[in-house]
């Protein structure tokens, strides 16, 4: 039940009870003082239902902002009224504003794997593989084609994925599919990483992906969906209350 009284954020997505965003997002609430105005609650939408929720409850006036995670973030395009430019370009949003009932699509996933990457390393003219083609992947090669990077992509839905082992020739491997997500699966039998190989999987589980685990075995640095959760988080934080998000807090409340 939604809060009365409060600014009420969602989190929309097919599945979504494994998401930290709301955790992250009402611990920055709290450590600001405000969790009395906003809240941040999950959604659960199936494909089906998108075009319903997005006429009726999601332009409602209570919901202040919303995040769009898989499989929604390239369908829901069709159903607001603007898009930013940085979206439009990459195809794909991951948050979405409700100013007075119109709907603004804006992402930030872009920005939130670059500033998780560079924590690493450094990333101009980097070989970087990407595997996955949907939303994450699109924002995920927008930023990294702005940083200068070298990328190839290998997409389930093509014959490139086939060759999804040749990602192994890159300097650095992207997970965007959400395989290892919800399943003990990894998108690469990880006989070709090894300790030069940075490895960075969109997704986030308690115990790690067995992609990252595989990478860890070979001592490949590697970088969790966590970092990336975080990164493009705060900048939703931001988008949503105009106030600096407090790292702090929400780095200790998905750590937990």
Known sequence: ML????????IIGNPVSHSLSPAM??????????????VFLPKQIKPEEL?????????????H???????????????????????KEIGAVNTVLNNNGTLKGCNTDWNG??????????????????????????????????????????????????????ACNAEIIINTTPIGREDDGSPLSGAGINKKHIIFD?????????????????NAI????????????????ELYTGLKAPEKAMREAISR
Not at 3 to 10: Q, S, V, W, Y
Not at 31 to 38: E, K, N, R, T, V
Not at 51 to 57: D, G, L, S, Y
Not at 202 to 218: D, H, I, R, V
């Open 3 to 10: 809060n009365k009284g409060k600014k009420t954020c969602l």
């Open 222 to 237: 590697v970088i969790d969906g966590l970092e990336m959760l975080l990164q493009q988080g705060m900048l939703q934080f």
């Open 51 to 63: 075009a319903k929720a997005m006429q009726n409850e999601l332009c409602a006036e209570r919901i």
């Open 65 to 87: 902002a919303f995040a769009v995670t898989i499989p929604h973030k390239e369908a829901i395009i069709k159903y607001l009224d603007e898009i930013d430019e940085t979206a």
């Open 202 to 218: 969109a997704n986030y589980k308690k115990g790690g992906t067995q992609l990252l685990n595989l990478a860890k075995s070979k």
């Open 113 to 166: 794997a670059i500033n998780a990457l560079l924590k690493y390393t450094f990333l101009k003219n980097k070989r970087v593989a990407v595997l996955g083609n949907g939303g994450t992947a699109k924002a995920v090669s927008y930023g990294l084609s702005k940083e200068g990077c070298e990328v190839t992509v290998y997409s389930r839905n093509t014959n490139t994925w086939a060759q999804r082992e040749d």
């Open 25 to 38: 997002h009402n611990a920055a609430y709290k450590a600001l003082g405000i969790d009395s105005q906003y």
